[in-house]
């Protein structure tokens, strides 16, 4: 009797060494799964013994690392970072800006623009100033000879607009271009807020060779400040954003000059 208890508690400890061997749950207790590849398993919270164990979800690497904006992009004001991710612009040229009120209203904004690119800019206005100002008086051609630009920006008329006679602005602006030069140079047409009495018309005939640009083909409905003249704010931003795609369109960039422009496409014959 006692060799049988002996026997049957030898085989009682040889069953539960074979139980521990092959990974049996002992005494009830639930089984522990293995971690599967690419997850991980978090422990139960030491207060809750009874707490599922919920494996850890892998994090998969994102498809693209995401851009983050340099500090000089972050602080441009509104447009200028569309601007900066444009076609290149001549870095180290000088744009020189001349004219009354308007030409500060569109060379403050895009003079941002264009120092983003690694441009020098150069604004000179005068508020209550008209072409023959300009014309016939000393700042014009001393400026000029100051900044030796390689781009003349003009930004003239918008206290003109309503001279009855435009014609006599003929030689008035025929004066200025030749002051100018026959360095790149865009006349900037005003951005219209009532009809003018055909002086736009005037200046678009006589102001070669240089380009003369109309704004009321870029932009139309533009915001306008207290006056119900000048554009506001938001109406400059977007008028300097129009001229500066201008100007990337128009640039020719394997001029012999670095701010040599296309040539303007003729005119289509009346029908």
């Not at 690419?38 to 707490?51: E, F, M, Y």
């Not at 744009?95 to 983003?116: N, Y």
């Not at 006589?206 to 003369?212: D, F, H, K, L, V």
Request: net charge positive.
């Amino acid at each position: 009797m006692q060799e049988s208890r002996r026997r049957r508690w030898l085989e009682l400890y040889l069953l539960s060494l074979s139980a521990l061997a092959v990974g049996l749950p002992a005494c009830g207790a639930a089984p522990i799964a293995a971690p599967t590849q690419g997850s991980a398993v978090s422990a139960p919270p030491a207060n809750s013994a009874a707490a599922p164990v919920a494996p850890t979800a892998a994090v998969s690497p994102p498809a693209a690392s995401p851009v983050t904006a340099s500090p000089a992009e972050a602080a441009a004001p509104p447009g200028v970072a569309a601007a900066q991710a444009s076609a290149d612009l001549p870095k180290g040229t000088l744009v020189l800006e001349v004219g009354d009120s308007f030409a500060a209203a569109l060379g403050i904004p895009l003079g941002k623009r264009l120092k983003a690119q690694g441009l020098r800019v150069a604004l000179e206005f005068k508020t209550a100033s008209y072409i023959p100002t300009w014309a016939f008086g000393p700042d014009l051609s001393k400026f000029v000879s100051k900044y030796n630009p390689d781009l003349v920006l003009v930004s003239l008329g918008a206290n003109e607009f309503e001279i009855p006679e435009p014609a006599q602005r003929v030689g008035a602006i025929k004066r200025l271009v030749a002051t100018i030069g026959d360095r790149p140079c865009v006349w900037v047409s005003p951005p219209s807020w009532k009809k003018d009495t055909g002086l736009l018309a005037v200046i678009r005939a006589n102001s070669a060779p240089c380009r003369y640009l109309d704004s009321d083909t870029l932009v139309q409905d533009l915001p306008r400040g207290p006056d119900k003249i000048h554009p506001s704010t938001e109406g400059r931003e977007i008028w300097a954003d129009a001229v500066l795609h201008w100007l990337e369109r128009t640039r020719a960039p394997n001029g012999q000059r670095p701010w040599q422009l296309r040539e303007e496409a003729p005119a289509s014959a009346p029908q």
